[in-house]
């Protein structure tokens, strides 16, 4: 059973299910909301079903009972037919007979940081989901958590079966969106996530999030927020170092803490000549305790670097073993990203973090028929209009025709991400089943293409990276890497996101 997720109005979230509309879509829909939205306010907006008449009332009751196993801020029923039972429900319910008396009595419901699940047949959502759903340029960025978790557990295949996975969601999960990202992750057992920031952190906590979460760049003057949510503060300095040992003195904080190996980045943490005063400094304040140990590979995706990645493999390994015969004590040891699951296993160590891989970026070639797609961004047509040769086309006068061409004006620019090193040919994107170049100077909003020759229409769907077009490609024409483009989609670009439940996860749908 596949669900969409979107942002509704007044930071809201807004939910439809691309299934058929019974009673057993409906319970596996409010099973998916009672686990991914436990903080949340859930309200429900249900259609009539297209069930036999003589059937309503055994029907309506056994929908009635399911909010009884699955208790939900509040019900809106829409319909003649499930209005008639209104009395099966509790008393808070709403019932409207057409979707113009609901909208028109919207205004009265408090919908700040809830969560809309809408079930009913096409012809009564559609309206709905125009109604509810946040009003963004209909550019978006299409997020299949499905492909997330498929390429989690593939990446799990390669290891042992006792070794951890930490997940980098930092950076708005790599663009993607932290919080359905790590609800996804959640679902699937991971054992630590990764952000780079207290406030990403903290945001997880505030909407539910459980699982372990190290911060890699923690601002000391943010470790009460550190301590209050239960966050993991990564240690690279003696600075940090000390004036966390002198917080958690101070405020009583038994702290759990990931000590930072400098193996050869030279970017962060601890060289070996620092090791003995770390060790000095840790054992003179029992409240901090190391969780794990670990460091950072420079080159792990390159044969050419394998010698100099052999060589950190062996810092580490003595950097380790020198803290935790130190202290006494063992720590979870991790070293390899997404790449080293891929081309150095033998130094997973007792954790893996999965970062790049996961949203479906090849690293290496040798994992590419593995990886799925994650996302895709998608833009429309907004004009198209025909330029006689010699015209120019965009700012600066930068396109030139050198013949009459056809040129389609899409909605998206580098104010969205769509990067201005893409104009002038370097881009393509992605129409009709064919490729499309860039004409001209990309806008703040808009871009230009030539589709000269392509059966092509204003309002038609445009791709600009995705299953025919990868990030890796659209990266490689301007001299940058995947990172950079999926990280650069801005927040107003609308994520849509989709998901499946899975069959495990279906319980009994008998009356109860």
Same mark, same amino acid.
């Given at each position: 059973m596949r669900f969409r997720m979107r942002k509704g109005r007044n930071s809201s979230w807004l939910i439809d299910q691309l299934a058929e509309y019974n009673l057993k879509s409906l319970e596996q829909a409010l099973f998916f909301l009672q686990s991914q939205y436990k903080k949340k306010k859930k309200v429900i907006v249900l259609g009539d079903f297209s069930s036999p008449l003589e059937e309503d009332s055994k029907l309506y009751r056994k929908v009635a009972n399911l909010f009884v196993r699955y208790p939900v801020y509040q019900v809106i029923a829409i319909g003649n037919r499930i209005t008639k039972y209104h009395s099966f429900f509790s008393p808070s319910s709403k019932f409207y007979h057409n979707h113009q008396t609901f909208f028109s009595d919207f205004s009265s419901y408090c919908v700040?940081?809830?969560?809309?699940?809408?079930?009913g047949e096409r012809d009564f959502s559609f309206p709905l989901i125009e109604f509810l759903e946040q009003k963004k340029h209909q550019t978006k960025l299409e997020v299949n958590l499905?492909?997330?978790? *498929?390429?989690?557990?593939?990446?799990?295949?390669?290891?042992?079966?006792?070794?951890?996975?930490?997940?980098?969601?930092?950076?708005?999960?790599?663009?993607?969106?932290?919080?359905?990202?790590?609800?996804?992750?959640?679902?699937?057992?991971?054992?630590?996530?990764?952000?780079?920031?207290?406030?990403?952190?903290?945001?997880?906590?505030?909407?539910?999030?459980?699982?372990?979460?190290?911060?890699?760049?923690?601002?000391?003057?943010?470790?009460?927020?550190?301590?209050?949510?239960?966050?993991?503060?990564?240690?690279?300095?003696?600075?940090?170092?000390?004036?966390?040992?002198?917080?958690?003195?101070?405020?009583?904080?038994?702290?759990?803490? *990931?000590? #930072?190996?400098?193996?050869?980045?030279?970017?962060?943490?601890?060289?070996?000549?620092?090791?003995?005063?770390?060790?000095?400094?840790? #054992?003179?304040?029992?409240?901090?305790?190391?969780?794990?140990?670990?460091?950072?590979?420079?080159?792990?995706?390159?044969?050419? *670097?394998?010698?100099?990645?052999?060589?950190?493999?062996?810092?580490?390994?003595?950097?380790?073993?020198?803290?935790?015969?130190?202290?006494?004590?063992?720590?979870?040891?991790?070293?390899?990203?997404?790449?080293?699951?891929?081309?150095?296993?033998k130094a997973q160590f007792d954790m893996v973090r999965l970062g790049i891989g996961l949203y479906g970026v090849d690293v290496v070639s040798e994992e590419s028929s593995q990886v799925?797609?994650?996302?895709?961004?998608?833009?429309?047509?907004?004009?198209?209009?025909?330029?006689?040769?010699?015209?120019?086309?965009?700012y600066s006068r930068r396109g030139v025709a050198e013949k009459d061409l056809l040129v389609a004006t899409v909605s998206i620019g580098y104010g969205d991400g769509f990067d201005r090193r893409f104009g002038n040919g370097r881009g393509k994107v992605w129409i009709n089943q064919q490729e499309a170049p860039v004409v001209g100077n990309v806008c703040m909003d808009m871009t230009m293409i030539d589709v000269t020759n392509l059966d092509v229409e204003e309002g038609q769907e445009v791709v600009i990276f995705g299953p025919n077009i990868s990030l890796t490609t659209l990266a490689e024409q301007i001299g940058t890497?995947?990172?950079?483009?999926?990280?650069?989609?801005?927040?107003?670009? #609308?994520?849509?996101?989709?998901?499946?439940?899975?069959?495990?996860?279906?319980?009994?749908?008998?009356?109860q």
């Amino acid at each position: 059973m596949r669900f969409r997720m979107r942002k509704g109005r007044n930071s809201s979230w807004l939910i439809d299910q691309l299934a058929e509309y019974n009673l057993k879509s409906l319970e596996q829909a409010l099973f998916f909301l009672q686990s991914q939205y436990k903080k949340k306010k859930k309200v429900i907006v249900l259609g009539d079903f297209s069930s036999p008449l003589e059937e309503d009332s055994k029907l309506y009751r056994k929908v009635a009972n399911l909010f009884v196993r699955y208790p939900v801020y509040q019900v809106i029923a829409i319909g003649n037919r499930i209005t008639k039972y209104h009395s099966f429900f509790s008393p808070s319910s709403k019932f409207y007979h057409n979707h113009q008396t609901f909208f028109s009595d919207f205004s009265s419901y408090c919908v700040e940081q809830s969560v809309f699940l809408v079930q009913g047949e096409r012809d009564f959502s559609f309206p709905l989901i125009e109604f509810l759903e946040q009003k963004k340029h209909q550019t978006k960025l299409e997020v299949n958590l499905d492909a997330i978790c *498929h390429n989690l557990n593939s990446y799990r295949s390669r290891l042992n079966s006792q070794t951890k996975t930490m997940v980098m969601v930092k950076a708005f999960a790599y663009g993607n969106g932290i919080l359905e990202v790590a609800q996804a992750l959640e679902q699937e057992n991971v054992d630590y996530l990764g952000v780079a920031y207290v406030d990403e952190g903290i945001f997880l906590r505030e909407q539910g999030i459980e699982l372990p979460i190290m911060v890699m760049s923690p601002d000391p003057q943010c470790f009460p927020q550190m301590q209050e949510y239960q966050l993991e503060p990564e240690v690279y300095s003696f600075r940090v170092l000390k004036k966390l040992s002198t917080y958690c003195q101070k405020n009583n904080w038994s702290a759990d803490i *990931h000590i #930072k190996l400098d193996t050869g980045m030279h970017r962060l943490g601890f060289g070996k000549d620092d090791l003995e005063s770390l060790v000095l400094i840790l #054992k003179s304040n029992t409240l901090l305790r190391v969780a794990s140990v670990f460091s950072h590979l420079v080159g792990a995706e390159e044969n050419i *670097h394998d010698s100099f990645s052999e060589k950190q493999i062996e810092e580490f390994v003595l950097g380790s073993s020198f803290l935790e015969k130190s202290l006494g004590y063992s720590a979870i040891k991790h070293l390899i990203n997404t790449a080293g699951i891929v081309r150095h296993l033998k130094a997973q160590f007792d954790m893996v973090r999965l970062g790049i891989g996961l949203y479906g970026v090849d690293v290496v070639s040798e994992e590419s028929s593995q990886v799925l797609c994650v996302t895709t961004l998608k833009t429309w047509i907004s004009q198209i209009k025909k330029v006689r040769a010699g015209e120019t086309i965009g700012y600066s006068r930068r396109g030139v025709a050198e013949k009459d061409l056809l040129v389609a004006t899409v909605s998206i620019g580098y104010g969205d991400g769509f990067d201005r090193r893409f104009g002038n040919g370097r881009g393509k994107v992605w129409i009709n089943q064919q490729e499309a170049p860039v004409v001209g100077n990309v806008c703040m909003d808009m871009t230009m293409i030539d589709v000269t020759n392509l059966d092509v229409e204003e309002g038609q769907e445009v791709v600009i990276f995705g299953p025919n077009i990868s990030l890796t490609t659209l990266a490689e024409q301007i001299g940058t890497i995947p990172y950079e483009i999926l990280t650069g989609i801005n927040e107003r670009v #609308k994520r849509v996101f989709f998901y499946s439940l899975k069959d495990s996860a279906l319980i009994n749908t008998g009356e109860q």
